[in-house]
């Protein structure tokens, strides 16, 4: 009975006691805390290059290493470099599984950076490339950039172990681009692609330097100027290349590049290319021609510009932006391309059109020229057609032609207030007193008439004999003008023709009213009044005054005969 409860005790115990043993031998061989530090920092990268690197370089993590030897762990904090190397060294030589770049990552961790470089070029694997980037992160660590950067730029001279992604990380930690672009052209990293080429391209641009841009095209084939082809241009304008600013413009979005290849072209002051850039742009379908005119302006072809709007302006009426600016390039005397141009504008579209078209031309030719082409113009029997003939023919002093569509103007024709304005303006200069008086006749009737239009009609009546019709238009001139004296002295003229002295009196009498004092006209209303005693007393004086007016002495003898004094008449005029 007690040896089966024995066995039954033993059947418990020995599991359990098994299971404790193998979780004590499990927790004997995990790794202890300065096993598992060590290997977490070699798992990250340097610190001072991951935090520098502008471009990601993604260096591959160190292998696991072994934990240093007890004997160097508990002299990291204290020994010296020599120190730590030599025992590094003996340890080695006994066997032990010593790890150079171990004790200096556990240097570094004790916050002794000096000692850890220190350490490193005390022993002989401390050059190796595996401790390349440590020695990056010391030599900074120790304010010694210098030294680092220098460093960095060995490595780009000559193809070796080292990682490309390490020497580029370095590189940008050190704000040295220009040792990565160095290191591709040596061949000692890959052709960057075209990220990499395109910040390296950034940075030398930004410090000026287009050598290391020229370095940079002759390592890689990638891209970097479609990538940011603003930058491109900016750096073709530098090198004064223009054919590359264009060529990378065109890796622009469509609607910028137009823009782009004529600024490139004006910053290179490539005038001719400027010109051959606007014209090509001018002929492509659907094109804006206004805007390529002003540019072709501002680039001092106006000719070129005129050439553009030509087209643009035609087929729109001379009122529209593109024909004013056009007419104004053309200038008030155009050549003979423009003044074609005008003359065939002003033959096609609608009757308005044409007219427009062809006032334009005649203000620009040659007044004679202008008058044959009008004379001969479909349009020429048109009353504003006949305005612009008569205008011309006054402007080329050829009054025949003037009186010939004068003729034709004013033979019944219904005119508007401003057309006979325009009649009277542009009538020949020597123009036939018949066509005069219509003329004036047509402002009389259409209310425009000048102050004296009509007292010229009564003196046209009064020299043709028409006595009553010269009455009627002094009555009409004299309503609105009662103190005018000639138009009163013609007026008692008429009316002495009419009615006799009876009927002149009262018109001699206000006439008389209007006369100066001391005037030749008012001794001649006193002589037609009867007062010739009044009238010689006037002329005396008068004479006295300026003996030498024969007028004068002319009219003193002949009222000096009316009072049968011949004699004195004689001596007056024989003075």
């Known amino acids: 009975m007690r040896i089966d409860r024995h066995r039954a005790r033993l059947a418990l115990l020995l599991p359990a006691l098994t299971g404790i043993g193998l979780l004590a031998g499990g927790l004997m061989l995990l790794p202890k805390e300065r096993e598992i530090l060590p290997a977490v920092r070699r798992a990250q990268p340097v610190p001072f290059l991951a935090a520098r690197s502008s471009i990601p370089a993604g260096p591959v993590a160190p292998p696991m290493l072994p934990p240093a030897h007890p004997s160097i762990t508990a002299q990291i904090a204290t020994a010296d470099a020599a120190t730590l190397a030599a025992l590094t060294t003996r340890l080695i030589a006994e066997g032990q599984p010593v790890s150079t770049l171990q004790v200096a990552y556990d240097l570094v961790a004790a916050k002794r950076p000096a000692v850890a470089l220190d350490y490193l070029a005390a022993r002989p694997d401390g050059a190796a490339a595996a401790t390349w980037r440590l020695r990056i992160d010391l030599l900074h660590r120790t304010g010694r950039d210098a030294n680092a950067a220098a460093l960095v730029a060995r490595a780009a001279e000559k193809r070796g172990p080292l990682p490309a992604a390490d020497i580029v990380a370095a590189a940008y930690a050190f704000d040295r681009p220009d040792l990565v672009i160095v290191a ?157 141009w005008l003359k065939q504008r002003s033959l096609q579209g609608s009757a308005t059109w044409q007219r427009s078209w062809l006032a334009c031309y005649a203000e620009r030719d040659q007044p004679g020229a202008a008058l044959v082409f009008l004379s001969r113009h479909p349009l020429a029997d048109e009353t504003d057609v006949m305005l612009m003939r008569l205008a011309l023919a006054r402007a080329a002093d050829n009054d025949a032609a003037g009186r010939t569509v004068l003729t034709a103007l004013l033979d019944g024709r219904a005119l508007s207030p401003d057309q006979v304005r325009a009649v009277s303006a542009a009538a020949p200069a020597r123009i036939d007193p018949a066509q005069a008086a219509a003329i004036t006749k047509r402002r009389v009737a259409a209310g425009i008439a000048a102050p004296r239009d009509q007292l010229d009609l009564a003196w046209v009546a009064w020299n043709a004999g028409d006595a009553k019709a010269a009455g009627q238009w002094l009555d009409a001139h004299i309503a609105t003008a009662p103190t005018d004296l000639p138009a009163l002295r013609l007026m008692a003229d008429v009316q002495a023709r009419i009615g006799g002295a009876r009927g002149a009196r009262p ?69």
């Open 184 to 340: 591709a052209a040596n061949h000692v990293i890959p052709p960057p692609d075209t990220a990499l080429a395109l910040d390296l391209a950034r940075r030398a641009d930004k410090a000026g330097r287009r050598d290391l841009i020229a370095l940079l095209d002759t390592t890689t084939t990638a891209n970097w100027r479609a990538a940011d082809p603003w930058l491109a241009i900016r750096v073709a304008a530098r090198s004064r290349d223009t054919a590359a600013g264009l060529r990378a413009a065109g890796y622009l979005p469509v609607e910028q590049r137009q823009a782009a290849r004529e600024a490139i072209l004006t910053e290179a002051g490539d005038r001719a290319g400027l010109r051959t850039e606007l014209l090509a742009h001018a002929a492509a379908p659907g094109a804006a021609l206004e805007p390529i005119a002003e540019r072709l302006v501002a680039a001092g072809y106006r000719g070129d510009a005129t050439a553009v709007l030509r087209r643009a302006a035609a087929r729109l009426a001379p009122t529209a932006p593109a024909a004013q600016r056009l007419l104004y390039l053309m200038g008030p005397r155009p050549g003979s391309e423009d003044l074609a």
């Open 507 to 575: 018109w001699l009498e206000r006439a008389l009213a209007q006369t100066p004092a001391d005037s030749r006209a008012r001794a001649e209303v006193l002589e037609k009044l009867g007062r010739r005693d009044e009238a010689v007393r006037l002329v005396e004086t008068l004479r006295s005054e300026t003996p030498q007016d024969r007028s004068l002495a002319v009219l003193h003898a002949r009222l000096l005969i009316t009072q049968g004094q011949p004699g004195r008449a004689r001596t007056v005029l024989a003075q």
